[in-house]
């Protein structure tokens, strides 16, 4: 069993980063690794340049992404851990892909819609593109399962159709189709000031946020100031339908601790906020304080993470060279 799964390089990461994110990162190493399989991430540096980045600010997001997936608990000696523009395999499989991918295929996938709109003339041809390179992401290394989320099931079916359509042209068995890697339902967490809206660094409100790199007072301070209701909590989730932000701190909760949300309140109906959210806070603190302090000293060493990607790309393109020749022969070339 081989995962390969890849991450968008963003700054100021958060606690739905980390939740609904990299902790399953986490989790799936460990759990693949019980299964004699094997983990390879990536940061997805090629596919944020879809879309103009700033180049000091993608550069520092990289190493910032690398420095929290290991603050969080990848493991770079169990774990492939690459940035994907370190390992050219990437684009030269993309490549060849985008000759054997179709217009219409692209043409149909719904991100695509949505992330172009109305500006299709204006959007790059890489952003048109990406889903092939998402392909080759995973083709280049006999992928046999790949995480994804509702909205990336297309995606991977595409992949799959490339794939077939690859080995049917050229009558070889090169590429592995990949399955989906259905891990349990990743957490969506509010912000803090709004339960309808997603927690996220675009907010102009830090209060919004928990971020992974705030202090235990921030920590506390935030969830106090949290939005929520004068009711106690119920003792069944359902009954938490249409208080949103109540449902928020939950959910975090259960989250933090692994268990279901009706699990939770079972331990906590008939208290209110007064006393719920110091609780939350002090779960919150201890999760996010460990995370902080490792953070800060990898923040502080940008050596280490680069050795750190420069020994897993060697070990991602010693994987990918034969698949990545198999297709050259292939093609005659
Ligand atoms: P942001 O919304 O802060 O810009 P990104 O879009 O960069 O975050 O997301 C990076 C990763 O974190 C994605 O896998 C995304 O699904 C996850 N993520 C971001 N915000 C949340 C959230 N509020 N709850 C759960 N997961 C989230
Ligand atoms: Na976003």
């Given at each position: 069993?081989?995962?390969?799964?890849?991450?968008?390089?963003?700054?100021?990461?958060?606690?739905?980063?980390?939740?609904?994110?990299?902790?399953?990162?986490?989790?799936?190493?460990?759990?693949?690794?019980?299964?004699?399989?094997?983990?390879?991430?990536?940061?997805?540096?090629?596919?944020?340049?879809?879309?103009?980045?700033?180049?000091?600010?993608?550069?520092?997001?990289?190493?910032?992404?690398?420095?929290?997936?290991?603050?969080?608990?990848?493991?770079?000696?169990?774990?492939?851990?690459?940035?994907?523009?370190?390992?050219?395999?990437?684009?030269?499989?993309?490549?060849?892909?985008?000759?054997?991918?179709?217009?219409?295929?692209?043409?149909?996938?719904?991100?695509?819609?949505?992330?172009?709109?109305?500006?299709?003339?204006?959007?790059?041809?890489?952003?048109?593109?990406?889903?092939?390179?998402?392909?080759?992401?995973?083709?280049?290394?006999?992928?046999?399962?790949?995480?994804?989320?509702?909205?990336?099931?297309?995606?991977?079916?595409?992949?799959?159709?490339?794939?077939?359509?690859?080995?049917?042209?050229y009558g070889v068995e090169l590429f592995t189709l990949p399955e989906p890697h259905i891990g349990k339902d990743a957490a969506r967490i509010m912000s803090l000031r709004d339960g309808s809206a997603k927690m996220s660094k675009s907010d102009p409100s830090d209060m919004?946020?928990?971020?992974?790199?705030?202090?235990?007072?921030?920590?506390?301070?935030?969830?106090?100031?949290?939005?929520?209701?004068?009711?106690?909590?119920?003792?069944?989730?359902?009954?938490?339908?249409?208080?949103?932000?109540?449902?928020?701190?939950?959910?975090?909760?259960?989250?933090?601790?692994?268990?279901?949300?009706?699990?939770?309140?079972?331990?906590?109906?008939?208290?209110?906020?007064?006393?719920?959210?110091?609780?939350?806070?002090?779960?919150?603190?201890?999760?996010?304080?460990?995370?902080?302090?490792?953070?800060?000293?990898?923040?502080?060493?940008?050596?280490?993470?680069?050795?750190?990607?420069?020994?897993?790309?060697?070990?991602?393109?010693?994987?990918?060279?034969?698949?990545?020749?198999?297709?050259?022969?292939?093609?005659?070339?």
């Amino acid at each position: 069993m081989r995962v390969v799964s890849g991450i968008q390089p963003t700054g100021n990461l958060h606690l739905g980063n980390y939740l609904g994110a990299i902790r399953r990162w986490a989790t799936m190493q460990d759990s693949i690794e019980g299964e004699g399989g094997e983990c390879i991430f990536f940061l997805a540096d090629l596919h944020a340049i879809t879309v103009f980045n700033d180049p000091a600010e993608l550069r520092a997001n990289v190493n910032g992404m690398a420095a929290a997936l290991i603050a969080c608990g990848i493991d770079p000696d169990r774990s492939i851990l690459f940035n994907q523009a370190r390992v050219p395999a990437h684009a030269e499989l993309a490549w060849i892909l985008n000759c054997t991918a179709r217009m219409g295929w692209l043409g149909r996938m719904t991100q695509w819609k949505d992330k172009a709109g109305k500006n299709r003339e204006g959007a790059s041809v890489g952003l048109f593109a990406y889903p092939v390179l998402q392909a080759a992401d995973v083709l280049l290394y006999q992928a046999t399962h790949v995480p994804v989320g509702e909205d990336q099931k297309q995606h991977l079916e595409l992949a799959r159709d490339i794939a077939t359509k690859f080995n049917t042209d050229y009558g070889v068995e090169l590429f592995t189709l990949p399955e989906p890697h259905i891990g349990k339902d990743a957490a969506r967490i509010m912000s803090l000031r709004d339960g309808s809206a997603k927690m996220s660094k675009s907010d102009p409100s830090d209060m919004s946020r928990i971020n992974l790199t705030d202090d235990d007072d921030a920590i506390v301070q935030k969830i106090r100031k949290a939005k929520t209701d004068p009711a106690p909590l119920p003792d069944s989730w359902d009954e938490l339908a249409d208080r949103p932000e109540a449902r928020n701190l939950v959910a975090i909760y259960a989250a933090l601790t692994d268990r279901t949300p009706q699990s939770v309140l079972e331990d906590h109906a008939g208290q209110g906020f007064g006393a719920f959210k110091p609780a939350l806070a002090e779960l919150l603190v201890q999760t996010i304080a460990p995370i902080r302090s490792r953070l800060a000293a990898f923040s502080a060493d940008p050596a280490a993470i680069d050795a750190i990607l420069a020994k897993g790309s060697a070990r991602a393109a010693d994987i990918a060279a034969p698949t990545l020749a198999g297709a050259y022969q292939a093609l005659g070339l």
